[in-house]
């Protein structure tokens, strides 16, 4: 079965670092690009970025470019979302989702995570 | 960026009826638009990808169409289990963005 499992619910003062994860299952992970999507509380889908874990060439929302890092280690089929420095509205739904087909990021999203919930407060 | 836009951004409607969901991008997006559903405290799930295709194991009382600028999202014959949120995505030009969504409601 095709899969991807995120880490768990966080919580996490402002200023904090954070890094969570998501792992593939069941597919070639080098061979699918894995995207990162933000739902804050009560609102809409946010495209963040996607990474191409194959050869880690990144694409990053320019409302995201720069707070946080998308990366990935082939060796343990596992994609991360990371910040340096939390802030409170940093506090939403994280969603990893893998596009329906290998090789291209330009698909529709047919495999979601289960999503981290991250809470940032003081 | 590409802006997506969905109307309505609310829906009441019942079971039986029929529904569409209107889409529009900023620019032409060719075919590259899909259609997600998602319910309360879940992970979107996708319904139709490049404009028209259904996805595997999605009924065909959904149905999208458009290209270009303009699409659409319709469900023919409203079922209990439809009612959720849909959302709209472009994948053409990266960002991928998303549209506000469209929650359907019971009336």
């Known amino acids: 079965e095709v899969q991807l499992v995120q880490s768990g619910a966080e919580v996490k003062k402002p200023g904090e670092s954070l890094k969570i994860s998501c792992k593939g299952s069941?597919?070639?992970?080098?061979?699918?690009?894995i995207g990162w999507v933000r739902q804050m509380p009560g609102k809409g889908l946010e495209w963040m970025g996607i990474?191409?874990?194959?050869?880690?060439?990144?694409r990053y929302s320019p409302s995201f470019q720069g707070q946080v890092t998308i990366s990935a280690d082939k060796s343990i089929s596992t994609a991360y979302l990371q910040w340096s420095s939390l802030k409170a509205s940093d506090t939403a739904m994280y969603y990893c989702?893998?596009?329906?087909?290998?090789?291209?990021?330009?698909?529709?999203?047919?495999?979601w995570g289960q999503g981290t919930m991250v809470t940032v407060c003081s | 960026d590409i802006q997506m836009t969905q109307s309505p951004s609310s829906l009441s409607a019942s079971v039986g009826d029929r529904v569409t969901i209107t889409c529009r991008a900023s620019q032409s997006i060719s075919g590259y638009l899909n259609w997600y559903q998602q319910k309360p405290g879940k992970a979107p799930k996708l319904l139709i990808y490049?404009?028209?295709s259904l996805q595997s194991g999605v009924p065909s009382r959904f149905s999208g169409s458009g290209s270009g600028t303009d699409f659409t999202l319709t469900i023919s014959s409203l079922q209990p289990e439809d009612f959720a949120t849909y959302y709209c995505?472009?994948?053409?030009?990266?960002?991928?963005?998303f549209g506000q969504g469209t929650k359907l409601e019971i009336k």
């Open positions: 490049a404009a028209s």
């Open positions: 989702a893998r596009p329906r087909s290998g090789g291209t990021s330009y698909d529709a999203f047919d495999i």
């Open positions: 069941g597919y070639s992970f080098t061979s699918y690009w």
């Open positions: 990474i191409y874990p194959g050869d880690s060439d990144t």
């Open positions: 995505q472009q994948s053409y030009s990266s960002p991928y963005t």
